[in-house]
């Protein structure tokens, strides 16, 4: 089989199966369709990831279609805003759609449904109903209102429609079997009165039908070829087709229900309602706070659209609901920014430095790299002068030999600037240092091992960073019966921060992303004015969550643990990153990391490691590892391709003596 056929998920396998079976590939046709009662989360993504990934896969139209059945709770604001999300994570729908285009048509054949005798007015109180419904392990029993003849049915449904009844008196439902195994097939209701406004129909209706048959119906008159849905929806698949038994044309496309396990998130809620308590108790400042997990918040918060891609396409397709740890999300943000942010220089926490042997009234502008994993980033200029602001903690008056900042006759070294040594310190009354002195060296040869970052006082920009923490301090807010998912709201999850910043980010613009060094990765908010700039802070250098609680250490493991295990799912990044790493190895451990990369390889497809192949040069340790996994690869079939030629050519030309032996080992 293939490396290709190996690769494919379970949804794939079931498109191509459908293909292979005589669908035309022209009648493939998917939808993302949201109910617009709020604003999209991080686990929409996935479906979105899916519905649209296939119609890139296949070259086939994806509908975004708003199932706005209920209009007590959708608005227009939800519509747009869902349209502004999925826009901005680059995907092209191909017909914008609502289920109230097909109001007529659905009451049109619940009409046919009752003249067919398979659905009734019930007129019965909610309670009445539950009881006759039964439970899994007992059947439910037949209402009084069941056997109503079919002209009183269509006389009372077509009252309902006309507004003569109030809310809770009259309902209809499909005429199934109440004796059913499944429960959702006891006579399901079709349609209920709602004297609502709807934010496309205004008042032309007062009866709306449920999802159930909306759903169906609505993917059939749109020729879906596969309803792509979460498993919750897995129960509901029996009585999805037998709502499209009763009205599917055998010449047309049936629509075919498909569930994936939907996209769990670790610290996170991702119920809609729950989110909204969120924002109506002001716990957060709207849907777009930058601690929620909705796609508006994630934006603002300095997320990009490749990093949550990378996430979906990372966590991958299961059949099985399972909790993703939200470390997974922040390390795909890291991954992106790292190579597409500038580097900046900020302080969050300052303490006067002043070079005393350093003229003053002298200043200088010094040259500094804007990001070293981009060669076209270039460089800019910083100010440099005798008094700088560095962070509080980035000195110590007495400190051991494995501290490696400043302290009183240590060196340090200043990025993109000189060498400095701790001379003394100032305090205050209360034993607070104020200030630190140091002398400086034009020397910068000297290997020193630590290096800070600083803002020249006299050029520094004020600026308000807000540092964001996760919203909940459980992993699983929402899954405890004692407690609320309130109960674990994060007291620490927003500190605001007056900040100094070097001068270059005087023009910075809303929405523009930035390494602060040695910080983290920030961005402009949209609260920035011309005459004050505000960061969001949005993700850490590194992990540092799991340092935080160290009252279970055995329970802080298993979570890094699973961390690691999800970081690892995309065999390749890891090859990437041990790539990065592979030439600054001792020999002993570049032999462990062979090993692991050729134990990772058997996990990767050609496809996958093409791209690889265009590495540029001075990327020796990537080109190795790539070579590494090509001959994996090689070794298991796979057939050389040009590209791969052109790529061991190019590496037996080259001077590292580890990337010529490993290209002679395949050619």
Not at 362 to 373: D, R, S
Not at 409 to 418: F, H, I, P, S, T
Not at 419 to 438: M, P, R
Request: aromatic share 10%.
């Amino acid at each position: 089989m293939s490396e290709e056929r190996k690769s494919l998920n379970f949804l794939e396998q079931i498109i191509e199966e459908d293909l292979a079976h005589g669908m035309p590939k022209n009648k493939l046709r998917f939808r993302f369709p949201p109910e617009p009662n709020g604003y999209l989360h991080i686990g929409h993504t996935k479906a979105i990831g899916i519905s649209f990934g296939f119609g890139e896969k296949y070259d086939a139209p994806v509908n975004l279609r708003f199932d706005d059945t209920n209009p007590a709770k959708e608005e227009q604001e939800y519509v747009d805003a869902i349209k502004e999300d999925v826009a901005w994570l680059g995907y092209k729908w191909d017909k914008e759609l609502f289920s109230s285009d097909y109001f007529q048509q659905l009451y049109d054949w619940a009409v046919q449904f009752i003249k067919e005798g398979k659905a009734y007015v019930d007129s019965q109180s909610s309670e009445a109903m539950a009881e006759q419904k039964g439970t899994p392990t007992q059947p439910g029993i037949d209402g009084p209102y069941r056997n109503r003849s079919i002209a009183e049915n269509l006389d009372l449904f077509q009252r309902m429609k006309a507004g003569e009844f109030e809310e809770g008196s009259h309902i209809l439902r499909a005429k199934i079997d109440m004796q059913h195994p499944n429960m959702l097939m006891r006579d399901p209701i079709m349609y209920r009165i709602l004297k609502k406004h709807h934010h496309r129909t205004g008042n032309d209706w007062c009866i709306y039908p449920m999802y159930d048959w909306t759903h169906g119906e609505s993917d059939y008159i749109e020729q879906i070829s596969h309803s792509l849905c979460s498993l919750e929806f897995k129960p509901h698949r029996e009585l999805y087709d037998w709502f499209l038994d009763q009205v599917a044309h055998p010449n047309l496309v049936r629509p075919k229900q498909c569930e994936f396990a939907r996209l769990n998130l670790s610290y996170t809620i991702m119920s809609k309602r729950k989110l909204l308590k969120l924002v109506e108790d002001g716990i957060v400042s709207g849907w777009d706070d930058p601690r929620m997990p909705t796609i508006s918040g994630l934006r603002r918060r300095g997320y990009t659209p490749n990093a949550i891609r990378k996430f979906v396409e990372t966590v991958g397709v299961a059949k099985r609901d399972n909790m993703i740890d939200v470390s997974l999300l922040e390390f795909c943000i890291r991954e992106d920014l790292n190579k597409t942010a500038p580097r900046v220089m900020a302080v969050l926490d300052p303490v006067k430095l002043v070079i005393t042997n350093y003229p003053e009234g002298k200043e200088e502008w010094l040259e500094a790299e804007n990001n070293q994993e981009d060669e076209s980033a270039g460089f800019r200029k910083v100010p440099f002068s005798r008094e700088l602001y560095i962070e509080k903690e980035d000195f110590k008056e007495v400190a051991n030999s494995k501290y490696f900042r400043l302290g009183l006759g240590k060196e340090v070294r200043l990025k993109n600037a000189y060498i400095i040594k701790g001379e003394s310190a100032v305090k205050d009354a209360d034993g607070n240092i104020t200030e630190i002195h140091c002398t400086y060296s034009e020397d910068t040869s000297k290997k020193i091992k630590g290096t800070l970052h600083w803002v020249s006082i006299k050029h520094a920009i004020k600026a308000e960073v807000r540092e964001y923490d996760r919203l909940f301090m459980d992993e699983s807010p929402d899954s405890h019966q004692e407690k609320g998912f309130m109960d674990f709201l994060n007291p620490e999850s927003l500190k605001i921060i007056e900040a100094f910043v070097e001068p270059s980010l005087k023009e910075a613009k809303v929405g523009d992303r930035f390494q602060f060094q040695r910080l983290g990765y920030f961005n402009v908010d949209k609260d920035s004015t011309s005459n004050k700039l505000v960061f969001n802070k949005t993700v850490g250098l590194r992990d540092t969550w799991a340092k935080k609680d160290t009252s279970n250490p055995s329970e802080n493991k298993q979570v890094q643990q699973n961390n690691n295990s999800q970081l690892q799912r995309k065999a390749i990044d890891v090859i990437q990153q041990l790539g990065k790493k592979y030439t600054n190895l001792p020999e002993a451990k570049q032999v462990k990391a062979k090993e692991e990369i050729q134990q990772l390889a058997k996990e990767v497809g050609y496809e996958e490691l093409q791209p690889y192949f265009n590495t540029a040069a001075k990327k020796v340790g990537t080109r190795i590892a790539t070579m590494i996994t090509l001959g994996i690869l090689v070794k298991n079939g796979l057939k050389r391709t040009e590209e791969a030629n052109e790529f061991i050519k190019n590496a037996l030309e080259d001077s590292n003596e580890i990337l010529v032996l490993e290209a002679k080992n395949l050619n």
